[in-house]
């Protein structure tokens, strides 16, 4: 089943202590990105990856870091989490963006940072 | 910057009428224009897309409409269900100015009732 996969789907964590959210696809799909949503603001994105080692800044990358190791992986990092970085993470992939073509959604992780 | 706006943020209709969501974007480049539905809880999904060479594309009780010189494009909900009932975002992708690759910018979205 072709797929987008977030894990954690739930995170409680405190301010400073480091955290990982993976995300992967089984769909070989080139470009890939993190978005995080928060009430009244629709989804924003934090960075993309148009494909293995090339990544570059969304909208609001401060706070976050990405890396592109493998083409299905592309994990957001939080160095040091802070409560303004509460919020739901959507990781999303799509055959090449330059086609323009679906975006394919993960589950979802909603954090919390206390 | 560039940026898609989308009104109204929230909207609620009887069952059977329509619903209507606008949304405008700033880059004149845009040539593409999708859809996503996201239900309560659950992660967007592409519901309808429309490319800038046609004015309109159907698909059962959705339909968008796109007016390139204005640059406005709708979604258009007919014959409304319960299960309509959803968070709406539009998008529009900015051309990439010195690579190959576009982004795709999302409206901030609209909630949408469906009261039976």
């Known amino acids: 089943e072709a797929q987008v996969t977030q894990n954690p789907r739930y995170l409680i964590t405190v301010t400073g202590k480091k955290l990982t959210v993976t995300c992967s696809q089984n769909m070989n799909h080139e470009y890939m990105s993190w978005y995080r949503q928060d009430p009244g603001l629709g989804l924003r994105q934090i960075y993309y990856?148009?494909?293995?080692?090339?990544?570059d800044k969304g909208d609001v990358p401060e706070g976050y870091k990405v890396s592109r190791k493998e083409k299905r992986n592309f994990p957001l990092i939080l160095e040091s989490p802070s409560p303004n970085q509460t919020s739901l993470y959507f990781c999303a992939s799509s055959r090449r963006q330059g086609e323009n073509t679906e975006a394919f959604f993960g589950q979802g992780t909603r954090l919390t940072v206390v | 910057g560039e940026n898609v706006e989308q009104h109204p943020s929230t909207l609620s209709v009887q069952e059977g009428d329509s619903a209507v969501i606008k949304c405008t974007y700033s880059d004149s480049a845009s040539n593409y224009f999708p859809w996503y539905k996201q239900e309560l809880g659950k992660r967007p999904q592409l519901i309808i897309d429309i490319r800038s060479n046609v004015g309109e594309k159907k698909d059962q009780r959705i339909a968008v409409t796109l007016n390139k010189t204005a640059k406005h494009f709708s979604l258009h909900i007919t014959e409304t269900q319960p299960e309509d009932s959803a968070v709406y975002f539009c998008?529009?992708?900015?051309?990439?100015?010195?690579?190959?690759?576009?982004?795709?910018?999302f409206g901030p979205g609209t909630s949408l009732s469906v009261i039976p």
């Open positions: 998008a529009a992708n900015l051309k990439g100015e010195w690579t190959s690759y576009d982004k795709v910018i």
């Open positions: 990856s148009m494909n293995v080692e090339v990544t």
